[in-house]
């Protein structure tokens, strides 16, 4: 089994990483690929390749697939839990996607204000404007920076208007 630890991987790692900052997309994802042939339990290399998958290439399946191997390998790595969320949230599968935020509400290290505002953009999406309020609020909690406040404060507005105007889980003005 290769460990997480090995220093010439988290550099090769580290090295693709900037390749996908520079949008060098091919580079990255052949380096990517290869890094996994060669340590096939690499789970952070699933999870950026995933992310190339789902949004360079739009391919939602192998961007799945990605997915599921950088947890499999990687469960403690953050950053898999929120890419992964977007996907489900852009493909609709919402159960699948309760039970990834879940996960992710037990993985050290996570962003929590990160995880309840996907469950908020989930709610909203299937018109529970009630409970998106909740999420966006209970995201808040775990906010320091003002601009993310203000965007939350500002989904809780939409909500409040969405459920005046298509109804849904009822919220009252305040």
């Not at 789902?54 to 469960?75: G, R, T």
Request: proline residues 3%; negative net charge.
């Amino acid at each position: 089994m290769i460990f997480e630890t090995d220093p010439d991987l988290h550099e090769r790692f580290m090295k693709v990483d900037l390749i996908i900052k520079e949008n060098k997309i091919g580079e990255a994802t052949k380096e990517l690929q290869q890094m996994l042939r060669e340590n096939p339990t690499f789970g952070k290399a699933y999870n950026h390749l995933g992310w190339i998958y789902h949004n360079k290439f739009q391919e939602y399946k192998n961007a799945e697939e990605c997915y599921k191997l950088a947890l499999q390998h990687s469960p403690a790595y953050p950053p898999v839990y929120y890419n992964y969320a977007v996907l489900l949230s852009s493909m609709k599968s919402f159960d699948e996607l309760k039970k990834i935020l879940s996960k992710a509400l037990e993985c050290e290290g996570v962003n929590l204000g990160t995880i309840h505002n996907e469950y908020g953009i989930m709610y909203e999406i299937e018109a529970h404007y009630s409970k998106a309020i909740e999420s966006y609020n209970e995201s808040i909690k775990y906010l320091f920076d003002n601009g993310l406040i203000e965007r939350r404060l500002d989904s809780i507005e939409r909500c409040k208007r969405k459920s005046g105007i298509f109804g849904g889980s009822h919220v009252s003005d305040r």
